[in-house]
């Protein structure tokens, strides 16, 4: 039911996913001990949603009895110097995540792997929201005038994000 050639490459992306919510929560605990009530819940949004993916793909290598390999997963920064650069470098995430998903539906599609590409449309989709929501984050901060530092638009800025909770 899936290609041999895209067991190992799912496996590597159930590694990353798994990063990806080890990241978001590194990140939301920055945000809580900044006092960034928004941000912080904005981003541990994320790191359910990231299990979520992790699950999926799982789900789908059992269901096509192939072996699931969990992988080491690295340790993400603790390390931020903003808020603004948390969500850059979330957005930037979210960019080599989508290169990922693309690669591997490419591979699906190279391996005439159907059932793969098909499951994995979710998936493209999903990265498609994602890129939508941080662009426009980082849009706002632009337009806001916001470059990092403490005062009002950090507020704003803080209070938009706990607006995002609820637009996911």
């Known amino acids: ?21 080890q990241l978001y929560l590194q990140m939301s605990m920055w945000a809580e001990d900044q ?3 928004g941000a912080s819940k904005f ?10 993916h992790r699950n999926r793909l799982v789900d789908y290598l059992v269901e096509c009895d192939a072996s699931v390999r969990l992988q080491a997963i690295p340790a993400p920064t603790a390390e931020f110097e903003s ?5 850059n470098a ?15 539906a490419s591979l699906a599609l190279d391996r005439r792997d159907f059932n793969t590409f098909n499951m994995l449309q979710w998936f493209i989709a999903e990265q498609r929201e994602e ?8 849009d706002y901060m632009k337009l806001a005038g916001f470059t990092g ?20």
């Open 1 to 21: 039911m899936i290609h041999a050639d895209l067991v190992q490459p799912i496996n590597d992306q159930i590694t990353s996913e798994a990063y990806a919510s």
């Open 83 to 87: 808020l603004v650069s948390i969500i």
């Open 35 to 37: 006092g960034l009530p």
């Open 90 to 104: 979330a957005y930037a995430h979210e960019k080599m995540v989508t290169e990922q998903i693309d690669a591997l």
């Open 131 to 138: 890129l939508v929501l941080f662009r426009g984050i980082v």
């Open 149 to 168: 530092g403490p005062g009002d638009a950090l507020v704003n800025l803080d209070r938009f994000l706990l607006s995002q909770c609820h637009a996911q």
């Open 43 to 52: 981003f541990r949004g994320h790191v359910a949603e990231e299990m979520d």
